[in-house]
């Protein structure tokens, strides 16, 4: 993309409503526009960035075997009246009448019609197990919302339903998404420590949520500072496999981590003082095993192997797709703006011509445009007749890991300069060896957005 | 992807409330399942098409040079109310309070909130010309919806804006997505006519709709049998050049080519009598000039190379992502099922295992489906302990364009079979020739869904 031809609103100065950095920053960087409160158009970069963390979710999730369909926003009143939810979810729910007078509703979740959708078409045992999950814009009315796509009313959520025959099995589901959440936010470049948690309107007993350490988190959270060491890494996994998704919970799950929700006292002293750590978190994901209690309420059995009538086992798992470009950037940014993680990155690398209209800079950097996209990596071009301070500023600002300055005077000595938005350090080379460089940095990392 | 592992509901009975084609074979192929009166759940195959169809309008909509973004499905009241649109609007459009009891409504179409985004961000001509578009939800509470995804009431929907600063630069926007919009349904296997017509409640003086021919159509259309003739192909457009783009609108909409709204009787018969058609079609899409009507109510103006503030120039272009999938399967079926174009099949080829459990049988379907996942295509493989009879209504139900048949006869000669959906001929050859020939096909084809 050439800059002088996208549409990417910077601001100069700090807008007064944003309370938080991801706020500010968001805004700043021409990746939001707030239209009503809590409620947001994603311009261009921002719209960009969300697809990748979209793609991201989704390449493991159907690694996992979960397989992805999608819902409708709206509801009709009846399932929820079904389920029991209906009148007790309260405000938050957004509520109306169609033409005809008849009760609907926005999506703020969707275990009625997951489970809707699976009594109508599956009969026996033999179709278990099976995950169904959707990523589809939400909505809760909340009564403040605040810190900007963090904890917004309309956001963008993937929402998990696991079915199966029994309790065991259903752990077992339990397990394989924790496993695949925890890839999923490392590919984020995202530490999302999961901890125990409260089930609230959902229901159920066993359930976790993964949190982001930050400090302007809205959760109080307490661990083991143990579990800051612990990665997924390159691991393979066998979803299918009972043990290793076990041992994987186990690893992750055995140390003191909990939200002030489920915070127990005695316990967390048994750790040794100086591993006991109480910090902030953002909450980006949380999974639930609630047994059978839509499958009860909503009549959605399966034929045993008994022949029997068998209530299924479920539970809910989601991942706050918008949210967490928030939860990024709170962790992972500097004072002069965003760092995005190489694996979201809206583009792979920033071109800054020093000198646009001098003859050989324009075709060294037409040149190094030409390379990238041959290979499918995305390259933002900064082509506008700018002083460099101010190019500087806004690849800063939007926060592109990697940056490829370009002058008349390196061209002279046959070399470009390679800078790491992370670490501030540049390194001189020629074009074809930052091709080479940044090729090889995004190898592990390559996202399709369409 | 597996069969015993899918979740693909397939109907054996065709549903009473599905009055044509596309509808009675989406339900019955498990590609949807109604929620509420015209509203949609997509379940794993209807869904992978639908993102099949996104992914290429993204991708010629880029190539237009026109930008992606999101806006909210819900705005607040007070922006319509600028525009002068939310009075009139009527009861198409669902009205909601939250729970501050501020107006809301759920997005029918987005000429306003493009239009606050433009004129919060771009304040001089330089910026220009600018086109934005999105692919979101959309509700409209038609009073009887029908005939499944074609005319429901939440639909998925691809709307842009262009902003110019003269008429001439917004005509030239507006060919612009006339030939996009040309290549867009052509790589669907689509023939989509550009046919003049009624700007209706976007208003506006110049548009065309794209139609595609079916008995199944809402509009009665009447054109000069040439204008079949006409196909975009593979050839090379340069989006920035007014005269190519022109070029291409000029050969498209010279010939009589009209919807009912706009039909005129005289300059009809002046056709030769034997090239005058009068058949139905449905409406794909559509494209408006409508020059100042919402810069001038919203005030978008932007300061002219005269340093005077000028009113920008717009238009409007839509395309009915959901209803897409409608209007190829009523194009394009037979009385076995769909049969999808190659550019929009949610798996390229299937494989039909003749008997399961043969292990001479089953390692060669594995070793199929290796060969194709390790290039990227994408498998559906029958692996289920069902009859061949079974195996094949289900594969010509759903419509793969391409089937290869494995059975224990076949392979004693070192041969499976490939068969064509759309001619149901088949072809004995090694797996390894199958393999080949399948690469070969959908090379022109690549879409990657996530």
Redesign the interface.
């Known amino acids: 993309m050439r800059l002088s031809?996208?549409?990417l609103?910077v601001l100069k100065e700090n807008p007064s409503e944003a309370q938080i950095v991801s706020h500010r920053l968001m805004l700043r960087a021409?990746m939001i526009?707030q239209?009503?409160a809590g409620?947001?158009?994603?311009?261009?970069l921002?719209?960009?960035v969300?697809r990748k963390i979209e793609?991201i979710v989704?390449?493991e999730q159907?690694r996992a075997?979960h397989?992805?369909?999608?819902?409708?926003?709206?509801?009709?009143a009846d399932?929820w009246r079904e389920s029991g939810r209906y009148d007790g979810y309260g405000?938050?729910m957004?509520?109306?009448q169609?033409?005809h007078g008849?009760d609907?509703l926005?999506s703020p979740t969707a275990e009625e019609?997951f489970t809707?959708?699976f009594r109508?078409?599956?009969n026996s045992y033999k179709d278990l197990p099976?995950t169904?999950y959707q990523i589809q814009?939400k909505?809760r009315?909340e009564?403040r919302p605040r810190f900007g796509v963090m904890r917004g009313?309309?956001f963008y959520m993937k929402d998990g339903y696991n079915f199966d025959l029994t309790k065991e099995d259903a752990l077992h589901a339990y397990n394989r998404h924790l496993v695949s959440y925890l890839r999923t936010y490392e590919r984020m470049g995202l530490q999302a420590i999961p901890m125990r948690a409260d089930s609230g309107p959902i229901g159920g007993d066993d359930t976790h949520e993964f949190l982001v350490l930050a400090e302007t988190g809205e959760s109080e959270v307490f661990y083991d500072r143990e579990i800051t060491d612990l990665t997924f890494g390159e691991r393979e996994i066998d979803y299918n496999s009972v043990e290793q998704c076990q041992a994987v919970l186990e690893e992750f799950t055995s140390r003191y981590a909990r939200t002030d929700e489920t915070h127990d006292e005695a316990l967390f002293n048994e750790v040794p003082e100086e591993r006991r750590c109480v910090a902030r978190g953002i909450e980006v994901g949380q999974i639930f095993y609630f047994g059978t209690k839509y499958s009860s309420a909503l009549g959605a059995t399966v034929q045993g192997p008994d022949g029997k009538p068998t209530e299924v086992h479920m539970g809910s798992h989601g991942i706050g797709v918008s949210r967490l470009l928030g939860a990024i950037i709170e962790a992972s940014h500097d004072d002069n703006g965003i760092i995005w993680p190489e694996g979201v990155t809206p583009f792979h690398v920033g071109i800054v011509n020093l000198k646009q209209g001098d003859e050989e800079a324009d075709a060294a950097c037409e040149a190094l445009y030409n390379s990238f996209t041959a290979v499918g990596l995305e390259p933002l071009y900064d082509d506008r007749k700018e002083r460099a301070g101010g190019k500087f500023a806004t690849m800063d600002l939007i926060g592109l890991p990697w940056r490829i300055t370009v002058g008349p005077r390196g061209l002279k000595n046959g070399v470009v300069e390679l800078t790491c938005r992370r670490t501030g350090e540049s390194e001189e080379m020629t074009p074809e060896q930052a091709v080479a460089k940044i090729i090889e940095i995004y190898a592990p990392h390559r996202v399709?957005v369409?």
Chains 1, 2 share one sequence.
């Open positions: 031809r996208y549409f609103p021409g526009k239209q009503s409620i947001y158009s994603w311009l261009p921002g719209f960009k969300l793609n989704h390449q159907i075997g397989i992805p369909m999608q819902m409708p926003t709206l509801q009709s399932l405000e938050e957004l509520r109306m169609d033409r008849r609907m926005f019609l809707d959708v109508a078409h599956v099976l169904l814009w909505f009315d009564i009313r309309e399709n369409f």
